[in-house]
């Protein structure tokens, strides 16, 4: 039984596994993998295909003043929530319903195409554009066209207790930026729900709290400069790496488009 299971691999499903694996919570991320025609197929990044991935280049995203390749983006991203403590598994979910129609604080399980069947206490969904096998949880979809939305409060919490949704299938503007922040704030709210001891994600200087005499509130962490120093030496270190050569990998082209 996973605390959290996330269906989407990009953007917003990253971002929602990066704090909800921070907070202690038991994350699990399932995406599909790349198509056939992708590089990643022979690349050996198993995070699963991203609709990002399409991009030429990522230029409005803050913190790139000349843009980044958007491939590059999504394989830290990655990274960072494995380092937080989510996992991963390639596959597509099927159909997804409650473990007891009676009690959906028992969780969901999670059908998935050639696989086993998931177990979570909270789904959050952030997939696109596939919703289908939402279908049986009756979260509530907008259909627009052939594209089908969920329907959802603020922080993404849908008509079913202990589902959610992210992202661009939350009805959210198709930015990356945007993804990733309505996929931080879906992740605080299942947090929020799960009743876990959190206050706020914070590496703070040694003594902000205590020396006001406040203990260190939870999911909040001081450090001494020692310490900040080290991992802000850690962190470029990891950056020069990760951009030291360009990556080799081109952008995944749209299904309709004639490959030669």
């Known amino acids: 039984m996973r605390d959290v299971c996330i269906v989407g691999g990009g953007t917003a499903g990253l971002a929602a596994s990066i704090f909800t694996a921070r907070a202690g919570l038991d994350t699990l991320v399932i995406s599909e993998g790349p ?36 491939r590059r983006y ?21 159909r997804a319903e409650p473990i007891d129609e009676d009690d959906l604080e028992a969780g969901f399980v999670l059908e998935t195409e050639g696989g086993d069947p998931i177990e979570t206490r909270r789904m959050i969904a952030a997939s696109w554009s596939d919703s289908e096998y939402l279908v049986p949880l009756d979260v509530g979809r907008i ?14 919490r849908t008509a079913v207790d202990g589902v959610y949704a992210a992202g661009r299938l939350a009805d959210e503007p198709h930015q990356a930026i945007v993804a990733a922040g309505h996929g931080a704030k879906v992740g605080l709210a299942v947090i929020h729900d799960s009743d876990t001891n959190f206050y706020h994600d914070w590496v703070a200087p040694e003594g902000y709290f205590t020396g006001r005499g406040r203990e260190v509130p939870p999911g909040c962490e001081e450090i001494d400069d020692q310490e900040r120093r080290a991992r802000d030496e850690r962190a470029r270190g990891r950056l020069l790496e990760a951009f030291a050569e360009p990556l080799d990998e081109v952008p995944t082209m749209h299904p309709s488009v004639e490959q030669d």
Request: hydrophobic share 25%.
């Open 35 to 70: 198509s056939p025609s992708s590089s990643r197929t022979q690349s050996g990044d198993d995070g699963g295909e991203s609709i990002l991935a399409r991009n030429a280049s990522l230029e409005n995203y803050p913190g790139f003043p000349d843009g980044v390749d958007a």
């Open 74 to 94: 999504l394989q830290l991203t990655r990274e960072q929530a494995r380092n937080a403590g989510a996992e991963f598994e390639l596959g597509r979910v099927t």
């Open 143 to 156: 259909q627009r066209g052939s594209k089908h939305f969920v329907d959802t409060d603020d922080a993404g």
